[in-house]
């Protein structure tokens, strides 16, 4: 199976006034085309920044990552986010607060036409249960409801790789329990490669077919075995 996204002996740091604080040192890992990946680490571990860094918002020390085989990030390249077709849902939402929910979701298809569009945003206003609240602005929306909306905009428009940072640690787990294999189901009818962040044990079990540890700076675990694509999809049907 092809590697669709590479990191090899990446190190990222925060450059201050004085000095670099190194969060990440010579990190590398893998991920096939069409799996779903989970990293966990406690706070503070340095998962967002790699997350960041692989959408193009935080520049390298060292290393390179490579997308479907082309680099988009070493020391002399850089591909800027826009050109990268990644899809990111944030720690913290970053829902655009003057546009309703259903605006926030469409806000990535414009390249669909308006029914197209339409269907599509319909759909993932189902998918997270908020076709109820399509027209509420985000601040009339409670936390859980806006990381429904925030994981709506980033699926709707089917991105190759698709970066997800904590994506439910604000809903109860009756509601994760619920979404999880839906979403899953989505993202390996689509061939969408993705790659999570957690703390959370059991939604990174529940999420990935790969599972890594990040401690000190470092993938201390990644597991090579990937889950049977289509026996996960069978599972979740
Ligand atoms: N913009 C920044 N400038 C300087 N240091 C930063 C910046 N953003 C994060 N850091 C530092 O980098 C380290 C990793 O932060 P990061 O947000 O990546 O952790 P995290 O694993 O996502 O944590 P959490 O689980 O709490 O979201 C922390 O020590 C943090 O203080
Ligand atoms: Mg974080």
């Known amino acids: 199976m092809k590697d669709y996204l590479k990191l090899d002996r990446v190190t990222i740091g925060y450059r201050n006034r004085a000095h670099t604080s190194l969060v990440l040192t010579d990190l590398s890992l893998n991920l096939h085309q ?19 860094t692989i959408a193009g918002f935080e520049p ?12 988009i990030c070493s020391s002399t390249k850089y591909e800027p986010p826009e050109k990268r077709n990644i899809g990111y849902m944030f720690q913290d939402f970053a829902l655009f607060p003057h546009l309703s929910a259903e ?33 509420c602005l985000p601040n009339e929306l409670s936390g859980g409801q806006q990381q429904r909306v925030a994981l709506a905009r980033a699926l709707a428009p089917q991105p190759d790789l698709l970066l ?4 439910f640690s604000s809903l109860d787990s009756e509601t994760t329990e619920r979404l999880i294999p839906e979403i899953r189901k989505i993202l390996l ?15 990174a079990h529940a999420m990935s077919d790969r599972m890594g540890l990040l401690e000190d700076g470092k ?8 889950a049977d694509p289509s026996r996960v999809l069978a599972a979740c049907a």
């Open 34 to 52: 069409g799996e779903i990946a989970a990293l966990l680490g406690q706070s503070g571990c340095g998962k967002s920044t790699l997350l960041r």
């Open 60 to 71: 390298l020390i060292a290393g390179t990552i490579y997308l479907n085989g082309r680099i």
């Open 103 to 135: 605006k926030n979701i469409a806000f990535g298809l414009n390249r669909l036409s308006r029914t197209k569009r339409q269907q599509q945003t319909h759909h993932m206003l189902e998918l997270v249960g908020l076709t109820a609240f399509a027209d």
């Open 164 to 167: 997800l940072d904590e994506p």
């Open 189 to 203: 009818e689509n061939g969408c490669t993705t790659f999570m962040v957690t703390h959370s044990k059991k939604e």
């Open 219 to 226: 993938i201390t675990q990644w597991s090579q075995q990937t």
